[in-house]
């Protein structure tokens, strides 16, 4: 099952986020795929901020992964984009199994390494102001998840 949603500006794509009850999945993965400008941290911002977190969020480009602690919930954001330059483990998969919410931007440079169970959400750019959101649930919970949001 997929469910595609059209967001017109980026307040829409942030209430996309903010819908997402994340505090009721203190484990849940969530993969972000598209091009750069898509929309990915517009929607990791808001996703971020509906979970309490008051802390500015910057692309961890160059760290990977920044992890945000000032909420109920801890959340790990992560820019995977330059994980192929790194030669250090840095230990992804260990995030899985933590209490807290993982949010992977450019999640299928590292496929191989998901969890079995993740929402996807694929960004496909319509034109300036318009993107497609393809939300692709693996497992139970994410189905749910995208039946209330999408
Ligand atoms: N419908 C929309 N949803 C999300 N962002 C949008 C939308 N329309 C325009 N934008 C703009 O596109 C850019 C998305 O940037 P960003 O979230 O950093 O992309 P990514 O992280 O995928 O590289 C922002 O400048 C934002 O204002
Ligand atoms: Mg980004």
Redesign the pocket.
Known sequence: MEYKIT????R??ANIAENIEAEKFPNMVICLT?D???????FVKAFASALGIKEDITSPTFNIIKEYHDAELPLYHMDVYRLEDTREDIGIEDYFEKSGVTII?WADMIKDKLPEERLEIK?RIID????VLVLVPYGKVYEDICGVIA
């Not at 750069?36 to 517009?42: D, M, P, R």
């Not at 300036?128 to 993107?131: G, L, P, Q, Y």
């Open positions: 967001s017109y500006n980026e829409e794509t598209g750069l400008g898509s929309g990915k941290t517009v931007e960004f300036e102001n318009t993107r």
